[in-house]
């Protein structure tokens, strides 16, 4: 079965400071890997998706994730936190079934940015 | 291009009564997708369906159910309603499924069970 592992809940940076969200995924296949963010009292919004054409993604908002295989890790980054990036953050493994898609989702990272 | 849509945003229901919730796809998208969102459980995958077909299923009761219209339109309707179906309920669109195709989420219906 597939799945994804997000570590820590609740992570916290300074404005400015480097964001890393860890997420680990396990899959018997080679698995299509998504990040999404939720920001309070709205839905999900895609921020970048590995599908196998390149190992490092580049997303929107200036984010971008690495797919390891090595390390069946697909980590999201940013450079330079910002007071807008905090919101809840989703990594998400597709699995394709019945000729349809199916996403299963880590437990998600709220990040805080403080002053 | 606009959004998924999804209606009404919030409703607040009663044990025992049922409850059917809407949702217009991205125009041209053909897979709409259900979500549940709770604290406790997280992000859980309803059903999906595909030119009116449902094509999966996730792991809730049978109360759950769903329909696609051949305007891409999709209802859930959830019967006989308990405090534990108190949740978010999100609907994602994609063009024709498959892994590589992201889905679109909508921006949900937050389903209080009194």
């Known amino acids: 079965a597939q799945s994804v592992t997000q570590l820590g809940s609740h992570v916290s940076v300074s404005e400015g400071a480097l964001v890393l969200l860890r997420c680990n995924y396990s899959?018997?296949?080679?698995?299509?890997l998504f990040w999404y963010v939720q920001y309070p009292n709205q839905g999900l919004q895609l921020l970048l998706k590995?599908?196998?054409?390149?190992?490092l993604v580049k997303g929107i908002n200036g984010f971008e994730a690495e797919f390891k295989k090595s390390e069946t890790s697909f980590h999201l980054t940013k450079p330079s936190a910002h007071m807008s990036d905090a919101a809840e953050y989703f990594c998400?493994?597709?699995?394709?079934?019945?000729?349809?898609?199916?996403?299963?989702f880590g437990t998600g990272t709220q990040l805080k940015v403080e002053l | 291009k606009a959004g998924v849509t999804q209606t009404p945003r919030y409703l607040i229901k009663t044990r025992g009564q049922q409850v059917t919730l809407s949702c217009s796809p991205i125009?041209?998208?053909?897979?709409v997708s259900w979500y549940q969102q709770t604290p406790g459980q997280g992000l859980q995958f309803l059903f999906e369906?595909?030119?009116?077909?449902?094509?999966n299923k996730g792991n809730f009761p049978g109360r759950f159910s769903g329909r696609q219209f051949s305007n891409s339109r999709s209802e859930m309707n959830v019967s006989t309603l308990e405090l534990g179906d108190s949740a978010l309920y999100l609907c994602?669109?994609?063009?024709?499924?498959?892994?590589?195709?992201?889905?679109?989420f909508g921006p949900g219906t937050r389903l209080t069970v009194t």
């Open positions: 994602a669109s994609s063009t024709t499924g498959g892994n590589s195709y992201e889905q679109y």
């Open positions: 899959s018997s296949v080679p698995p299509y």
């Open positions: 590995y599908t196998s054409a390149a190992t």
């Open positions: 998400a493994v597709s699995l394709l079934t019945g000729g349809g898609n199916k996403l299963t």
């Open positions: 125009s041209g998208h053909r897979s």
């Open positions: 369906y595909f030119s009116e077909t449902q094509r």
